[in-house]
Structure formats: structure tokens, C-alpha cells
Nanobody, 122 residues
Framework: QVQLVESGGGLVQAGGSLKLSCAVS????????MGWFRQAPGKGHEFLGA????????EYGDSVKGRFTISRDNNNNTVYLQMNSLKPEDTAVYYC???????????????WGQGTRVTVSS
């Protein structure tokens, strides 16, 4: 089991940056992969990126490659999503997720955070 709490969302102007955080807790943290998703108004969940906790292997969704970067801090048990060159189209609720492998977290993660809202103004 893991517990996830996102933070860092807010209002930002187009072209700006935000860094989202996901605080992670659990007994078997090293066995999990972490992912970021977003849900824009009227749309489903979109995969953004994922990272394997033990090893740091990463994958990214095509829509955000080159702008978003996922990382982790072992000391703080926190996963981050650095978002640069933000566009109004990035406006969405952003979620942290977890599952046992990169494949699982990318497709259908078992564990989700509560979400944090990001609004990008033009």
C-alpha cells in the first residue's frame, strides 16, 4: 500500500513554470513506480510521465515530452513534476499515481492522490 498527497498547483501565466509535488508513504516504496496524470475539463485522464522508484527509470507521454520532467527525492519520499513553458491547454487537475511497475502505473494504477488543480492563463 502507498498513500499519495499532491501539492503545488495554482494559477500561472502562459510560458511560466510550476513544480508539483507528491508526498509518498508506504512500507514497500522501492517496489513501486510513480506516475503523473492530468484530467482537463470534459476529458479523461491523460498519462504524463512515470518513474520507477528504485532506479529512477522514466517514461513520458508524447503530449508533454520536452516540457515536463518527473523526478524523485529519496530523502523526502517525494515525487515531482516540473512543468515548463506552460500553455493554456495544460489547464487540468493533476494527479499522482502508483503501482508496482512502470507498465501498470502507465495504464491502470491502483493508487491515486487527491489531485491538485493547475490553471494556465493566456
Amino acid at each position: 500500500q502507498v498513500q499519495l498527497v499532491e501539492s503545488g498547483g495554482g494559477l500561472v501565466q502562459a510560458g511560466g513554470s510550476l513544480k508539483l509535488s507528491c508526498a509518498v508513504s508506504g512500507r514497500t516504496l522501492n517496489d513501486y513506480a510513480m506516475g503523473w496524470f492530468r484530467q482537463a475539463p470534459g476529458k479523461g485522464h491523460e498519462f504524463l510521465g512515470a518513474i520507477k522508484w528504485n532506479g529512477g527509470n522514466t517514461e513520458y507521454g508524447d503530449s508533454v515530452k520536452g516540457r515536463f520532467t518527473i523526478s524523485r527525492d529519496n530523502n523526502n519520499n517525494t515525487v515531482y513534476l516540473q512543468m515548463n513553458s506552460l500553455k493554456p491547454e495544460d489547464t487540468a487537475v493533476y494527479y499522482c499515481a502508483a503501482d508496482g511497475t512502470l507498465v501498470k502505473v502507465k495504464t491502470s494504477p491502483r493508487h491515486w492522490g487527491q489531485g491538485t488543480r493547475v490553471t494556465v492563463s493566456s
